[in-house]
């Protein structure tokens, strides 16, 4: 039976309310009256529920769709103004004893090559994602308890934070591994990660089992259950995703919504992210052989019903995506990207042969770091190098009341403005460094605090002729 505050994921991700979700969104879709009043609700920016935003993604009247995708957009500028948070994923291992049949990570391929990084070759991927110009990472590996140990990724994760490099320096690490116990959560909140990211990738019950045929990830209920125990471990901030393209899309988004509500309602904080990662071409995956695949009207518009759906959660994009897609995305709700990733162990410091191949997946938008933040701009948005709240203690229900309250504004903007210039001085091009300089001359201006404002001009001159770094609000 559906229960938001169950400690079962049978009952807070309950099967029959999806299905119930659905028909009513079906029965519903073509209800103007009920759908502008969902419209009218989702405009006081305080979220709407699974049932309501469900019946959002299924309208396909167009006038309203526009009127969601212009709220998606205005919600978007009102949290989040222009800026746009910048990191970048550090695969550590890809020894895996899973059998998911979207991943080429999965037990059974033999002829991927299969790393993991010592210590030593962390230090150089570190460096050079440092010279990048990447201050926020997301650490990825597969599940192994031979190879990938928790002892292995504290002193990862210990590692990351001592490598002080020129002016380079990782402030927020955060981590995508397996599902693991809440005393080994509590050992990551210990080391200081930022966010605990892990995807449900579907949330479709018996699909989740036959696309994990084998190994401890075949376990749905440990694994839908871990963001309780991350949670109870101390890690407020959680990241959730589905992998769309492996069950239907509006059973995931429906689930997907269920799983935030039910954090909030448990623990009161939802969650600090939600990734939106379409399946995509790897080593032995074949994205034509998932029937589920979704269009890019239907990927923009699931985007801009999570944005309306849960207005304070961020969203991520990966350059799984294609240039033109996340130019789409950016603009309907999401608030991070990647840039100039590497889905290959090792890949940063040394670029793999094709022979070597260890990529988890193949990346769509290939530009380096300069050129993503080069086309930002040229936009209008900020990219931000912003780690601040996790740094200053503003995690979980602390954030989220400061979001909410639209405190954290005051923070956002000087800090982009900061991270950014940081960026220009130590890592840009010639011509992105002067794409940012009138950024920033412009963006000043729009600080509304004159105090503020004044400290950041002052700190900026500081960062400009004083090399002096990490300032924050
Ligand atoms: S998705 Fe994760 S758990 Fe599954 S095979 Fe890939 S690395 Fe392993
Ligand atoms: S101030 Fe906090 S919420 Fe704003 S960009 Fe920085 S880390 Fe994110």
């Known amino acids: 039976m559906y229960d938001i505050t169950s400690k079962s994921a049978d009952d807070f991700i ?5 299905l119930d979700t659905i028909k009513y969104a079906d029965e519903n879709k073509n209800n103007i009256k009920l759908i502008d009043s969902i419209l009218e609700k989702a405009k006081l920016r305080k979220g709407l529920s699974h049932r309501e935003a469900s019946v959002l993604l299924a309208c396909k009247d167009e006038n309203k769709n526009n009127e969601m995708f212009k709220l998606a957009e205005q919600i978007k500028k009102d949290f989040y103004g222009n800026r746009i948070v910048m990191f970048a994923p550090l695969y550590l291992s890809n020894y895996c004893v899973n059998g998911c049949v979207y991943c080429p990570y999965h037990a059974k391929n033999k002829h991927i090559a299969r790393k993991k990084l010592t210590q030593e070759e962390i230090k150089k991927e570190v460096i050079a994602l440092q010279d990048m110009g990447h201050k926020r990472l997301a650490l990825e590996a597969g599940e192994d308890p031979v190879n990938n140990t928790m002892d292995y990724y504290l002193e990862c994760i210990k590692t990351i934070y001592s490598i002080k490099h020129k002016n380079g320096a990782i402030r927020r690490v955060n981590i995508n591994i397996a599902a693991t116990t809440v005393e080994n959560y509590r050992l990551l909140k210990e080391a ?21 045929p084998t190994g401890p990830k ?11 125990r991350a949670m109870k471990g101390g890690i407020d901030d959680v990241g959730l995703g589905v992998l769309f393209g492996l069950d239907k899309y509006r059973y995931e988004f429906a689930g997907l919504l269920m799983h935030a509500e039910h954090l909030e309602a448990v623990f009161g904080v939802g969650p600090h992210t939600i990734s939106v990662p379409r399946i995509c071409d790897a080593d032995d995956i074949d994205k034509s052989s998932f029937s589920n695949g979704i269009s890019d009207d239907i990927f923009a518009k699931i985007v ?18 294609s240039q033109k897609t996340r130019e789409r995305v950016l603009h309907l709700g999401i608030s991070q990207i990647s840039g100039g990733s590497r889905t290959s162990v090792g890949g940063y410091f040394e670029a793999e042969s094709e022979e070597e191949n260890s990529r988890q997946f193949d990346v769509t938008d290939t530009r380096s770091l300069d050129e993503v933040v080069n086309w930002l701009m040229k936009m209008d948005y900020i990219p931000s190098f912003c780690t ?3 740094r200053e203690g503003r995690t979980g229900d602390r954030f989220m009341s400061l979001c909410k309250s639209g405190q954290i504004q005051n923070c956002c903007l000087p800090n982009a403005l900061m991270t950014l210039q940081e960026y220009l001085m130590d890592y840009a091009s010639s011509e992105t460094k002067e794409i940012g300089e009138n ?10 605090n004159e105090k503020v404002k004044n400290i950041v001009i002052k700190n900026l001159k500081l960062i400009k002729d004083n090399n002096k770094r990490d300032f924050r609000f």
Do not use: W
């Open 14 to 18: 309950n099967h029959e309310e999806i």
């Open 192 to 212: 200081g990660i930022g966010t605990y990211i892990l995807f449900q990738e579907t949330y479709h019950k018996e699909s989740y089992k036959k696309l994990h």
């Open 439 to 448: 950024l920033i001359h412009k963006e000043i201006e729009n600080i509304p």
């Open 304 to 321: 801009a019903c999570i944005r309306i759906a849960v207005p304070y959660t961020g969203m991520i994009v990966s350059t799984r995506e």
């Open 388 to 390: 601040a709240c996790y």
């Open 218 to 228: 075949s376990d749905y209920n440990y694994h839908t259950e871990a963001m309780d």
